[in-house]
Nanobody, 124 residues
Framework: QVQLVESGGGLVQAGESLRLSCAAS????????MGWFRQAPGKEREFVAG????????SYADSAKDRFTISRDNAKNIVYLQMNSLKPEDTAVYYC?????????????????WGQGTMVTVSS
């Protein structure tokens, strides 16, 4: 059984940074794609960043490019999302997701495994 546990959310001011972590367990993730998604109140869940566990290939939403970095720690089975220069519009619940894909999937509906989410609030 795959389990994903996010941590690292919190309240920060605009311009500050946060690092989210997603601890993955339950199987070997070599064939998996790990995604970070977010959902703001009243909005649909959206893709933020993704990484192929096998080779570290990454992809970002336009809103995350140049500010966010996704990475993985193979030894610890943890995926990180480093978020810099945070803006109030980054306020959302951030979710980690996983599934086996041959490419870096950006559509949330195709992900099978989800964490419980961690809240990020950015004040202006």
């Amino acid at each position: 059984q795959v389990q994903l546990v996010e941590s690292g959310g919190g309240l920060v001011q605009a311009g500050e940074s946060l690092r989210l972590s997603c601890a993955a367990s339950g199987r070997s993730f070599g064939s998996y794609v790990m995604g970070w998604f977010r959902q703001a109140p009243g909005k649909e869940r959206e893709f933020v960043a993704g990484i192929k566990w096998s080779d570290g290939t990454t992809s970002y939403a336009d809103s995350a490019k140049d500010r966010f970095t996704i990475s993985r720690d193979n030894a610890k089975n943890i995926v990180y999302l480093q978020m810099n220069s945070l803006k109030p519009e980054d306020t959302a619940v951030y979710y980690c997701a996983a599934n086996v894909f041959p490419f870096l999937q950006k559509e949330s509906r195709y992900y099978k495994y989800w964490g419980q989410g961690t809240m990020v609030t950015v004040s202006s």
